[in-house]
């Protein structure tokens, strides 16, 4: 019985590290993509919505990668969840009802949808706590936010580089402790 179940907490961690390297990957081919930084707002066929390949911003480092990693449709969940929550969510924006146009698109919104999901793993100083695969999100000077993937890659110190996008296009670089961790999540999707 004991072989069993270690057999059955292998393949938990060996799908979980599967997974992972999956996020990793797809965010890593993201670096290869030659983006313009643009948030704007613009309309998106739903669902599946994307503004065009070669615009982006910080959100969509995440959005893309997790449609290429898991086929996960981050406008499809957070337009759901919200229509049906929309009372958790955040009142940034004054909206008074959806908009599956942008909603997936502002960081606070997924911080709330990876919340609600159970996938918060709380904000922490250390290195060894992030794992490849986990999204960031920090507060920049003003309170500004924004999110990343933790990559497999690591600066000369041993801190984990991050993949986002924060005006240059997609880049992987030393900043996970660069500006204030709002939060940290580990999120594999299941439907």
């Known amino acids: ?34 983006v313009t930084y643009n948030g704007s707002y613009m309309k ?20 893309r990668s997790y449609r290429a990693a898991f086929g996960f449709d981050f406008q499809k969940a957070v337009h759901e969840d919200m229509k049906a929550n929309f009372s958790a969510y955040p009142k940034n924006w004054g909206l008074k009802r959806t908009d599956r146009n942008i909603d997936h698109r502002r960081v606070p919104n997924l911080e709330t949808f990876l919340k609600r999901r159970g996938a918060s793993l709380g904000v922490s100083q250390s290195a060894s706590n992030f794992q490849p695969g986990d ?49 940290h999540f580990r999120y594999i999707p299941k439907d």
């Open 1 to 34: 019985m004991r072989i069993l179940f270690g057999i059955a907490i292998s393949l938990i961690f060996a799908g979980s590290a599967c997974a992972d390297e999956a996020l990793v990957n797809a965010a890593q081919d993201r670096l290869k993509q030659d």
């Open 135 to 183: 999204i960031v999100s920090w507060r920049l000077a003003g309170g500004l936010p924004h999110i990343g993937i933790v990559s497999d890659r690591k600066a000369a110190d041993g801190t984990p580089m991050v993949i986002h996008n924060i005006g240059a296009g997609p880049q992987e670089e030393d900043v996970l402790f660069a500006y204030k961790i709002s939060g």
């Open 44 to 63: 998106l066929a739903y669902p599946g919505g994307d503004v065009p390949a070669n615009i982006g911003v910080c959100t969509d480092v995440i959005i």
